[in-house]
């Protein structure tokens, strides 16, 4: 048996039940293999059955009381996966189906799209199995201050940084900074990501995940002689990600045609409406129907996947394995040229199958979606500078960023002899990175 399935069969025994950090574990260590016959010394320092293991993994009570008066208990997670090159960084996620399994797949991630960045940022992430739909603003303050009286002991501006992440937004980014700041008696500065920009929050990082898709996109299309202009774009999710992805495709030339959220999908042949989707998703909270209702030209389709309608892109934003291989054989069926993925993890791992067998442009969440941390280590910057960036300067760098990192994946799958795979270039990349700065710190 080679070196890479020993790992991943030793990483999966010692973590039964946790289908998704094994998802997880499987994509990126199948794909290392060539690493390892031109570096054996990552084999000597066991640099992969290092990084398997999180370096540590914290999960605790969340109990609060309900606009009833009830005594409600959830349970809240930390990942502080790997900080080889930096203090641990990664988004704090409110969901119900959020798991330890979960938790761990995210933080796993994480370290490896954090090392594509080049900035010096490890990998972490958090979250509860609370659900903020349907909550009153005020239990949401009665759950954030008391997820943050355990989460504050374990993280600092040079330790553990998080940030929002489904569920998570500037709101609740703002009532856990509050809580830290309270308990720690601290100004809250770079210890949370994402924040209000009237108190460090940094310009253009709501914009950051979506743009940053987009521009990579844009990148990988132009390398092809693409571009979006004049292109029917499939967008998944009606959150931050998805939301900012369908603007700069718009702005760029593009049609976004679809969003969805839980309940359904919208299909918008004239290509969605960015500001009346804004209003009825950020503002007022609504679900899609409200769309439909106030543009009645549009169609609405409760359940149901994104991918049956014809498009030329497609960016899966909403969540984990929600274009499964049937949505993929839809998007090829119907001339689909290019999927980037917003979400961590979309795609399954059939689903990438099919892009390969295709010849479709497939660029994987680490690389793709890294947009949105690349900003937060900017939010960071501007914190120790004491000096806000304008929004032209926060999004300039991020344009060089993805580009950065599309001319890391690509050299990366063409050093290993596959150039059309980026989920080799981007595994080999990340993992280089974090492997070479693990090998400069000994034995830890
Ligand atoms: P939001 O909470 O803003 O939006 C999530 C969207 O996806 C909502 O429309 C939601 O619909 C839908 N969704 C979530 N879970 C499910 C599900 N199980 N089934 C169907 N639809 C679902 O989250 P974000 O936009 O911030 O995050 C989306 C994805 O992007 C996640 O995978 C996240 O990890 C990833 N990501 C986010 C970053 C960020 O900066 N925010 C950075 C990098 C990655 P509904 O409201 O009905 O639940």
Known sequence: MSYTSEVLERAIARSP???????????????????????????????????????????????????????QVNRGYRVQYNSAIGPYKGGIRFHPSVTGSVIKFLGFEQTFKNGLTGLPIGGGKGGADFDPKGKSDTEVLAFCQSFVNELYRHIGPDTDVPAGDIGVGA??????????????????????????????????????????????????????GLSFEGKRVAVSGAGNVAIYSAEKVAQLGGKPVTVSDSGGYIYDADGVDIELLKRIKFERNERLTAYRDAKPSAEYKAGGMVWEIPCDVAL????????????????????????????????????????????????????????????????????SMRRPWTFEEVDRSLLEIMKGIVRQITEAAETFGQPDNLVLGANAAGFLRVAEAMMGQGVV
């Open 17 to 71: 039940g946790e289908p998704e950090f094994h998802q997880a574990l499987r994509e990126v260590i199948e794909t290392l293999g060539g690493i390892f016959e031109r570096r054996p010394e990552f084999v000597r320092w066991k640099i992969l059955d290092r990084l398997v293991e999180p370096d540590r993994f914290v999960s605790f009570r969340v109990p609060w009381v309900d606009g009833a008066g009830e005594v």
């Open 171 to 224: 709101r609740e980014v703002g009532y856990m900074t509050g809580q830290y700041k309270r308990l720690t008696g601290n100004m809250p500065g770079g210890v949370f990501t994402g924040k209000g920009p009237s108190y460090g929050g940094s310009l253009g990082r709501p914009q950051a995940t979506g743009y940053g898709l987009v521009y990579l996109m844009e990148e990988l299309l132009r390398r092809k």
């Open 316 to 383: 899966p934003c909403a969540t984990q394995n929600e274009l499964p291989k049937a949505g993929a054989e839809l998007l090829v069926k119907n001339g689909c040229k290019a999927v980037g993925e917003g979400a961590n993890m979309p795609s399954t791992p059939e689903a990438v199958e099919v892009f390969a067998e295709n010849g479709v442009i497939f660029a994987p969440g680490k690389a793709a979606n890294a947009g949105g941390v690349s900003v937060s280590a900017l939010e960071m910057t501007q914190n």
